[in-house]
């Protein structure tokens, strides 16, 4: 069965600074891989995905995410921190056909 | 129109209490998902409906009864909820048998049983 880790599940960067949210996957075939976001009191919003094709991901808000199947990894970056970035990351993978698997999360604070 | 609804947004019952959750969406998605996130966790997978019919029911129990009345509408029907069962429930739909597309969620409805 597909699974992902979720490598911190708190991360704490300043205003400005890289931010890096780590996730593996362990899947028998080439899986689908998608990271999530979720607000307080919210529900989650797709922030980018790989499915196949290009290994660097771009998705909304200036995130992105490289697959790279040699270290079974699939970490979401964003070169510069803001205050409105502060939120639960979701990792995500799904071998295909309609059911997905959710990694435990990462909260992630931004400090001023 | 690109959202998924979910009403009520709050909801409070007693255990003796039968009430319903609902779910809409008009994007032509024909697979629509409950689940269930308790604090602090992931989302974790109730049921899942493709083209209306119920294709995954994940071992959850009988007092959670899923209802697609129509391709744009879901419902969850709660009866004798037990304090345990306290969540939000979220709602999900997706272009049928291309979750590779992704989920597009609704805000939730945030459930307290008392």
């Known amino acids: 069965a597909q699974s992902v880790t979720q490598l911190g599940s708190h991360v704490s960067v300043s205003e400005g600074a890289l931010v890096l949210l780590r996730c593996n996957y362990s899947?028998?075939?080439?899986?689908?891989l998608f990271w999530y976001v979720q607000y307080p009191n919210q529900g989650l919003q797709l922030l980018l995905k790989?499915?196949?094709?290009?290994?660097l991901v771009k998705g909304i808000n200036g995130f992105e995410a490289e697959f790279k199947k040699s270290e079974t990894s699939f970490h979401l970056t964003k070169p510069s921190a803001h205050m409105s970035d502060a939120a639960e990351y979701f990792c995500?993978?799904?071998?295909?056909?309609?059911?997905?698997?959710f990694g435990i999360g990462t909260k992630l604070q931004v400090i001023p | 129109d690109t959202e998924v609804t979910q009403t009520p947004k709050h909801l409070v019952m007693g255990m003796t209490n039968k009430k319903s959750l609902k779910c809409e969406q008009h994007?032509?998605?024909?697979?629509m998902y409950w689940y269930k996130q308790k604090a602090k966790k992931p989302p974790e997978l109730m049921f899942v409906?493709?083209?209306?019919?119920?294709?995954i029911n994940e071992s959850v129990p009988s007092r959670f009864s899923p209802e697609c009345p129509n391709s744009s509408l879901l419902n969850l029907h709660l009866h004798a909820l037990q304090p345990e069962d306290s969540a939000l429930y979220l709602c999900?739909?997706?272009?049928?048998?291309?979750?590779?597309?992704?989920?597009?969620f609704g805000s939730g409805t945030r459930l307290t049983v008392v």
């Open positions: 994007m032509g998605h024909r697979a």
């Open positions: 790989y499915t196949t094709g290009a290994t």
């Open positions: 995500a993978v799904s071998k295909g056909y309609q059911k997905v698997t």
């Open positions: 409906y493709s083209y209306e019919k119920l294709s």
């Open positions: 999900a739909s997706s272009q049928e048998s291309l979750s590779q597309a992704g989920y597009t």
């Open positions: 899947s028998s075939v080439p899986p689908y």
